[in-house]
């Protein structure tokens, strides 16, 4: 059975960029919205780290992955009942969806975290992270994500705001706009405040957890680049010099334990990433055909007087901006993540410049190595994030997009084509 040791305080005290300390600010977050309820985020001693079952964070977190269940049937109910289908229609089934089965992925993650950041600590026992920038970052990157994602739920709810008070002014405002804005559930129940509080709590945290699956891989790729790059700088530092055969060894062992920690958290984190990527790419397609297909113009207006924030243009700025962080945020994903892989190839270059009187055998042990194996992250082993991949992407997007404009096309083609054909009889038959 695995035992828990509890590493020396002063090691921890030596060295600022621990996994526990670059992780701590975004674990905290997404224990908020009932992501990883482990006990002892704020621990330095990763062995005071624990998860049960009977913990009020656990408990808060099967609540919200039973109301999650819950909407989820709505949405597949309402999506039975429908008769026209769309891709807009879909939406919501694709995104509650996707949450619920995030959150049942962090729950069954969050089971083998505190084992997960011992063996991670014990490493960092062995090979310590001096990188001092690896903390900050990782915050940053949580707070600036988080809170541009408010933004785009904010803008997301003013645009709906803004078609209810020009077309329905009549109306109690707060429960039309429940209504309109999550009619999977008004379709099988009557209207009543709770509820409606209740679906609009739910869609913030599903909202966030969204954004925040990113963040999490990010933090995490940020610190496993600082332990790779810490190998590779260490290699530069020996540039020109003739080292031994031990030095080399012991910096090649730092990188095995650095790959090696790559891949425990793959093991770990994998279907988080490939939820994540296909998430990303499929609301990426949604906001990009809303663009093409309605353009950046304003709606119409239903009443005579223009009460609206923006006059019309709350959909269309929201459009654009959810395109544009849904952009950003997957390629920084992308992009950083690929970093672990093409730090774990750096240390290849300052190795062949080792001068021949200076070539060992651990060098070439150290070369096959690098060589030999891939380093990366990766979505369940389908896919590793490198560089690469982030062309693939943009162009299944770009192909994606043009097979839904054609079929929009022919849908409206289509529709036509039915009404003119009903106009055709009908004066016929009048005639």
């Known amino acids: 059975m695995f035992r828990k040791k509890s ?22 977050i997404g224990q908020f919205f009932g992501l990883n309820p482990v006990i002892g985020v704020f621990n330095i001693d990763a062995s005071k780290m624990r998860f ?32 026209e289908t769309s891709l807009s229609s879909n939406t919501s089934l694709v995104f509650y969806s996707s949450n619920f089965i995030t959150m049942v992925l962090f729950l069954r993650m969050a089971m083998k975290w505190p084992r997960f950041c011992l063996q991670i600590s014990m490493t960092e026992a062995l090979s310590p992270n001096f990188d001092t920038t690896l903390v900050k970052k990782c915050n940053l990157t949580c707070v600036l994500v988080l809170t541009l994602a408010l933004v785009e739920h904010i803008l997301s709810d003013l645009s709906g ?46 909202t966030f957890t969204w954004s925040f699956v990113d963040v999490f891989i990010i933090c995490i790729s940020f610190y496993l680049i600082s332990r790779l790059e810490q190998v590779n700088l260490k290699i530069v530092a020996a ?13 090649r062992e730092d990188y095995c334990r650095a790959a090696s920690l790559v891949r425990r958290i793959d093991d770990v984190i994998g279907a988080i990433i490939f939820i994540s990527f296909a998430n990303n790419l499929f609301f990426i397609c949604l906001q990009l055909y809303n663009l093409l297909k309605d353009g950046i113009n304003a709606t119409n207006l239903c009443s005579d007087q ?22 950003m945020r997957s390629l920084a994903v992308s992009l950083i993540a690929a970093r672990v892989y093409a730090s ?21 042990r150290f070369l096959d190595q690098i060589h030999g194996d891939t380093v990366a992250l990766s979505g369940l082993q389908f896919f590793n994030i490198k560089k690469g991949l982030v062309l693939s992407v943009v162009g299944t997007i770009i192909t994606y997009e043009l097979v839904l404009l054609q079929f929009n096309l022919e849908t409206a083609e289509d529709a036509d084509l039915n009404y003119n054909g009903t106009l055709y009889k009908y004066i016929k038959m009048t005639v």
């Open 239 to 251: 540039r020109g010099k003739t080292m031994s055969s031990y030095f080399w060894r012991t910096i």
């Open 161 to 206: 705001y803004a078609a209810l008070i020009d077309c329905q002014p009549h109306k109690n405002a707060y429960e039309a706009f429940i209504t309109h804005s999550y009619p999977w559930g008004y379709a099988f129940l009557s209207y009543n405040h709770f509820v409606g509080f209740l679906s609009q709590l739910v869609n913030i945290q599903s």
């Open 52 to 83: 049960t079952f009977y913990s009020a964070r656990c408990l808060y977190t099967i609540l919200s992955i039973l109301v999650q269940g819950t909407i989820l049937c709505f949405c597949i109910l309402k999506y039975i009942k429908d008769t």
């Open 344 to 364: 774990s190839r750096k240390p290849a270059i300052s190795l062949y410049e080792v001068s021949s009187t200076a070539y060992c055998t651990e060098i070439q």
């Open 7 to 28: 590493l020396p305080l002063v090691q921890y005290s030596q060295r600022s960029a621990t996994f526990q300390s670059a992780m701590k600010l975004s674990i905290a």
């Open 306 to 327: 223009d009460v609206r924030p923006l006059h019309g243009y709350e959909q269309a700025t929201y459009f654009m901006y959810s395109f544009i962080f849904l952009v």
